[in-house]
């Protein structure tokens, strides 16, 4: 009853909204820009022993302690024909899916799991079907537990052509269908290690694993050279690398903070970005030069797109030796900062932040086409489906976007993560979801939580106000808090 309410109260506040700085709708977005929402495999097919798949490290790990598993998860491998259903209601134009390795060969090389390939065309294919066009990460934290036992995965240089020959079966079977690729999710989350101290993060910006993280530069080089080579004529579509951006400002005035800052960012943002300019510019890649210490010269080629994983803002600050002495190697300070989260690790509502990134795209990389392909607000899975808090978020990141475009940024896309509760790696507890999942429920029974509507409504062309959101938010029963 809530949430017919609410949904009333939505369109009467478009009815009735003016020309305020927080009012817009889709429409003041450019023709061609998507909105779409997003999954991953292992987070949400579960059927994780059936029809040939076998396990990847991510259940591997999962099994390992006493926490929830993936064993069902959202069942979307049986239940993707409903929720197709449900973006369709929504209007989604698009959706961001994930194809999990062990399930398409399932030892990681080797023989195409019948099965499998049936399942991602069918999905596809329904999604086709409802008019939503497909966006697909071929690599999504799942690798198969057999090349892990075999070499390592990352660490050894072999996973390039078993990752390529992987990606050719994708372009091979799913390419007349899907668009636009995504190589590997997130692979400069391996370029820190976390050092938690309580409520305070520190991050030391080092290669936790250069091996690794070479490997998947140059896997990600390979299969967009196999496309550009075997396929792009053909199929007309892009192949990009998805990069976690989080902005960061300086802790204080001071110009160690500053510099600590730049460091922070040339870590996460420049050495993915900057090799296309870089070969435009010079003919050849260069890393910047605050990772030249750390990485060889390699050249991975370049990416038609830039996926962008953007969530909130951090403070950098410089961490001075007294603090970190006992904690950390000596000779890692030169790379070493403290970053905090503005409150706690609840994302809080930043947008600037996300336009930052954005600028800084635009500006130092020849304004390279980006698509955003997750932000959203984790909130405790078991509170009110009424998550005010979540649309305040949303509402404020996607008119951040706008202000992005007309500044000039090329920006494509937007998708929310995620389109329905799943576990998350960092705290089962909380999720991110437009949808609410019980997971006691054996049929994983899918609730639209506020957010939902809301987004629904803004795809549907309705104009928002932000204003009459938190007004109303204010007047009634409190909205859903981060905690
Ligand atoms: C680390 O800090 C010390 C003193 O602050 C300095 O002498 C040393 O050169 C630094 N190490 C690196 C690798 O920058
Ligand atoms: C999740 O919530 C449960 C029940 O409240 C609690 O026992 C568990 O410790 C929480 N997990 C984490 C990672 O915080
Ligand atoms: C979740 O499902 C269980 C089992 O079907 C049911 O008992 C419970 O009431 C459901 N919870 C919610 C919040 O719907
Ligand atoms: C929100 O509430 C304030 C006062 O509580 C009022 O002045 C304002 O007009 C309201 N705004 C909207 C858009 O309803
Ligand atoms: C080598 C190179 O310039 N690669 C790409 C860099 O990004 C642009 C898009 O802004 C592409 O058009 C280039 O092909």
């Keep these: 009853m809530e949430q017919i309410l609410f949904l009333i109260f939505i369109f009467l506040s478009f ?116 008019g939503i066009e497909p966006h697909v990460t071929l690599y999504h934290n799942d690798l198969p537990q057999a090349l892990e036992d075999e070499y390592g995965g990352w660490i050894d240089q072999k996973i390039i052509n078993d990752f390529t020959a992987f990606a050719d079966v994708c372009f091979r079977e799913f390419g007349s269908k899907v668009k636009s690729w995504w190589t590997i999710n997130e692979p400069n989350m391996l370029a820190w290690g976390g050092y938690d101290l309580g409520c305070v993060i520190y991050f030391l910006f080092y290669i936790s694993d250069s091996s690794a993280y070479n490997n998947m530069l140059l896997a990600h080089a390979s299969t967009t050279r196999l496309y550009k080579q075997m396929y792009k004529d053909k199929q007309h579509g892009s192949v990009g690398i998805t990069l976690f951006a989080y902005w960061m400002v300086p802790f204080t005035s001071s110009e160690e903070d500053k510099i600590a800052t730049q460091r922070a960012k040339a870590f996460y943002l420049a050495w993915f970005v900057e090799h296309n300019s870089s070969i435009k510019k010079h003919g050849r890649y260069n890393y910047p030069d605050v990772m030249k210490r750390t990485v060889g010269e390699r050249l991975p080629s370049s990416s038609d797109f830039l996926g962008l994983i953007h969530y909130t803002t951090l403070y950098t600050a410089h961490l001075s030796s007294s603090i970190h002495a006992g904690h950390f190697d000596s000779d890692m300070n030169a790379s070493l900062l403290r970053m905090l989260f503005f409150h706690g690790m609840c994302f809080d509502v930043l947008p600037w932040g996300f336009e930052g990134v954005l600028k800084y795209i635009k500006q130092n990389y020849g304004n390279l086409p980006v698509y955003n392909l997750e932000n959203g607000q984790p909130t405790n899975q078991h509170s009110s489906i009424n998550d005010l808090g979540r649309v305040e978020y949303l509402h404020a990141y996607i008119a951040a976007v706008l202000n992005s475009v007309r500044s000039g940024s090329d920006i494509r896309g937007y998708f929310q993560w995620s389109f329905m509760d799943m576990f998350e790696f960092i705290n089962p507890n909380y999720t991110y979801g437009l949808y609410y999942v019980n997971f006691s429920d054996p049929k994983r029974e899918r609730s639209p939580k506020t957010s939902a509507l809301w987004y629904s409504a803004l795809l549907k062309g309705k104009t928002v106000s932000l204003q009459k959101l938190k007004n109303r938010s204010m007047s009634s029963s409190p909205g859903v808090s981060c905690q």
């Excluded at 790990?61 to 598993?69: C, F, I, M, N």
């Design 15 to 130: 009815a009735f909204s003016g020309r305020c700085s927080d009012v817009y709708s889709r429409n003041d977005f450019p023709k061609g820009f998507v909105f779409g929402s997003a999954v991953s495999a292992f987070q949400w097919e579960g059927a994780v022993d059936e029809d040939g798949r076998i396990p990847s490290i991510w259940d591997t790990y999962v099994h390992s302690s006493d926490g929830p598993t993936e064993d069902i998860a959202c069942d979307g491998y049986h239940k993707y024909k409903e929720d197709v259903r449900l973006m369709y209601s929504m209007r989604l134009d698009a959706f961001l899916l994930s194809i999990s390795w062990p399930r398409l060969i399932p030892s990681g090389r080797g023989p195409v799991n019948p099965k499998g390939l049936r399942f991602y065309k069918n999905f596809i294919d329904e999604l086709i079907r409802y």
